[in-house]
């Protein structure tokens, strides 16, 4: 399985950005998905996830903000990110778990994209 990550970029505080991770090499349908961040001298954090069903969760800093979404038949899953802040400041990654268990934890995802830049100036 591969992940692909894309959408990243620079924009103004209170701009919008969506990005996407397209998935590879088997269906994704089935798991669960996530984005998560990673700011320069900090530990990669969760941002949002959803369930193979649709339910989403996510972190508080982002709630009201953010909309993670996933389009099982293109194998992608989707952050829409709204009112963005110097804070959202990050490399954001996508990732994938098996299983119906979502977890807020890093190191039980099975797969990851590269990651990509969002930079937000103020």
């Known amino acids: 399985v591969q992940l692909q990550a894309s959408g990243g970029g620079l924009v103004q505080a209170g701009g919008s950005l969506r990005l996407s991770c397209a998935a590879s090499?088997?269906?994704?349908?089935?798991?669960?998905m996530g984005w998560f961040r990673q700011a320069p001298g900090k530990e990669r954090e969760y941002v949002a996830l959803?369930?193979?069903?649709?339910?989403?969760y996510y972190a508080d800093s982002v709630k009201g903000r953010f909309t993670v979404s996933r389009d099982s038949a293109k194998n992608t899953l989707y952050l829409q990110m709204n009112s963005l802040k110097p804070e959202d400041t990050a490399v954001y990654y996508c990732?994938?778990?098996?299983?119906?268990?979502?977890?807020?934890?890093?190191?039980?995802?099975?797969?990851w994209g590269q990651g990509t830049q969002v930079t937000v100036s103020s």
């Open positions: 090499g088997r269906s994704l349908s089935s798991y669960g």
């Open positions: 990732a994938a778990i098996k299983g119906v268990a979502l977890t807020t934890r890093v190191n039980e995802y099975d797969y």
């Open positions: 959803i369930n193979w069903s649709g339910v989403t």
